[in-house]
């Protein structure tokens, strides 16, 4: 069992920068899929990015060049680095985890494949 904490969501004006991290209740991710999820009002969750146990990070193409997964050299603590917010990445942000097994493609799974799922940390931008 894996426990996922998200923190450090706050309200920030349009083209800031904010950080939100994701601490897990112990040393997963080399052994786990990660990615960041969102959810805005009215909307579907979507896939942010992930990063697979290697490291390498894929995103969806509204963020890329903006937002960066990254983790801690405690390897329980997952980063996403936000700049240029715009007023449309308003939303809940989560954290997943999906235990790798051989051969499993991280930016392939989809919502239903992550088994842990942190609480959320709201993500507000402002024009």
């Known amino acids: 069992q894996v426990q996922l904490v998200e923190s450090g969501g706050s309200s920030v004006q349009a083209g800031g920068s904010l950080r939100v991290s994701c601490e897990a209740s112990?040393?997963?991710?080399?052994?786990?899929?990660m990615a960041w999820f969102r959810q805005a009002p009215g909307k579907e969750r979507e896939v942010v990015g992930t990063i697979d146990p290697a490291g390498k990070t894929t995103y969806v193409d509204s963020v890329k060049g903006r937002f960066t997964i990254s983790q801690d050299n405690d390897k329980i603590t997952l980063n996403l680095q936000m700049n240029s917010l715009k007023p449309e990445d308003t939303a809940m942000y989560y954290c997943?985890?999906?235990?790798?097994?051989?051969?499993?493609?991280?930016?392939?799974?989809?919502?239903?494949?992550?088994?842990?799922w942190g609480q959320g940390t709201q993500v507000t931008v402002t024009s």
């Open positions: 997943a985890a999906e235990p790798h097994r051989k051969g499993m493609y991280c930016p392939a799974l989809r919502q239903r494949d992550f088994r842990y």
């Open positions: 112990r040393f997963i991710y080399n052994l786990h899929c």
